[in-house]
T-cell receptor, first 109, second 112 residues
Framework: GEDVEQSLFLSVREGDSSVINCTYT??????LYWYKQEPGAGLQLLTY?????DMKQDQRLTVLLNKKDKHLSLRIADTQTGDSAIYFC?????????FGPGTRLSVLP | DVKVTQSSRYLVKRTGEKVFLECVQD?????MFWYRQDPGLGLRLIYF???????EKGDIPEGYSVSREKKERFSLILESASTNQTSMYLC???????????FGNGTRLTVT
């Protein structure tokens, strides 16, 4: 079945760039998503990329998609303490969403 | 902005009680979903609905039922709560196939 994998933890210093990586298995995914979850809250849609795109930029966020390797990354420029959260990668085909386990990003002062 | 509202942030219930978790969305979305989130297990789909009075089982429907009498409201029902249903419950909605899910803030349920 479909599977989405992410590393579980990432620590960066405030002001540095963060890169969160994700691999997926379903080559028929139409969109790939990044969600952010702050403590005690639901998932907030950060950004998403259509599967025929290579890159999408939105302010401090850059999404890169390598469809051949089924690899998705999220780069956060100038990482701030408010970026500390769990980041989920997700893929879908229709309404069947598959989420990764989430990467806990810790931002050190 | 899409708003998905879950009626309670925290709930504490006793084993055997009937529990209702309510979710309302304000964007006229066709699709609504209930997930549970547990450490180490990620998000797992319990039930979803693509129209009023329609429901489909997700990956872990056992012990749960749902109700969708109105388009904007999707209720999750635990007929007889058990301790293994202690979890974070997340409601989501979307407008159509291949559109993003929009989540509520979650309900943290503890069954004692």
């Amino acid at each position: 079945g479909e599977d989405v994998e992410q590393s579980l933890f990432l620590s960066v210093r405030e002001g540095d760039s963060s890169v969160i990586n994700c691999t997926y298995t379903d080559s028929s995914s139409t969109y790939l998503y990044w969600y952010k979850q702050e403590p005690g809250a639901g998932l907030q849609l950060l950004t998403y990329i259509f599967s025929n795109m290579d890159m999408k930029q939105d302010q401090r966020l850059t999404v890169l998609l390598n469809k051949k390797d089924k690899h998705l990354s999220l780069r956060i420029a100038d990482t701030q303490t408010g970026d500390s959260a769990i980041y989920f990668c997700a893929e879908n085909e229709g309404q069947n969403f598959v989420f990764g386990p989430g990467t806990r990003l810790s931002v050190l002062p | 902005d899409v708003k998905v509202t879950q009626s309670s942030r925290y709930l504490v219930k006793r084993t055997g009680e009937k529990v209702f978790l309510e979710c309302v969305q304000d964007m006229d979305h066709e699709n609504m979903f209930w997930y549970r989130q547990d450490p180490g297990l990620g998000l797992r789909l319990i039930y979803f609905s693509y129209d009023v009075k329609m429901k489909e089982k997700g990956d872990i429907p056992e012990g749960y039922s749902v109700s969708r009498e109105k388009k904007e409201r999707f209720s999750l029902i635990l007929e007889s709560a058990s301790t293994n249903q202690t979890s974070m419950y997340l409601c989501a909605s979307s407008t159509q196939d291949n559109s993003p899910l929009h989540f509520g803030n979650g309900t943290r349920l503890t069954v004692t």
